[in-house]
């Protein structure tokens, strides 16, 4: 019975704990890499505030890109899954898909030279040695993926 209870208990503990931690809505730790950074660099209030009045200027834009961004890439699935894929057709839907991203990619640089903005230079400066331990992070991940 005692070689049974400590396995059983384990095994529930393991899953309640593990039932209690955030799921992280699509990205580790909970919050995207950028709002974690921002987390990490001591904000003043005002500056809090400051950022969170950005984020709020941009979330439209933001929904509207991620929309189109979604229906480019829906469309190219689409198109490439049809029995008979038209090249042309999935061509030009890469092409439209591809647009969006770099679109998204514009205006996170755009929200995040806004941010920079409200910064100090010394919070600057370790946002973007965050920013640089993030990437090498990836790219190892990519490296290793790719192995």
Do not use: C
Request: no cysteine; aromatic share 6%; glycine share 4%.
């Amino acid at each position: 019975m005692k070689r049974i209870a400590l396995p059983v208990f384990l095994s529930l503990f393991l899953a309640f704990s593990a039932a209690s931690q955030p799921t992280g809505e699509g990205h580790r730790m909970g919050q995207p890499p950028l709002r974690r950074a921002l987390a990490a660099l001591d904000l003043s209030d005002a500056q809090k505030t400051q950022i969170k009045d950005i984020f709020k200027a941009q979330r439209p834009a933001f929904q509207d890109l991620r929309e189109r961004a979604r229906n480019s890439r829906e469309r190219l699935d689409q198109l490439a899954s049809a029995p008979a894929p038209d090249t042309a057709a999935i061509g030009a839907a890469y092409l439209d898909f591809h647009k969006n991203r770099e679109a998204i990619k514009l205006e996170r640089s755009k929200l995040i030279q806004q941010i920079e903005q409200v910064l100090t230079p010394e919070q600057r400066g370790e946002l973007k040695g965050m920013k640089k331990a993030f990437q090498a992070r990836k790219d190892r991940w990519a490296r290793h993926r790719n192995q």
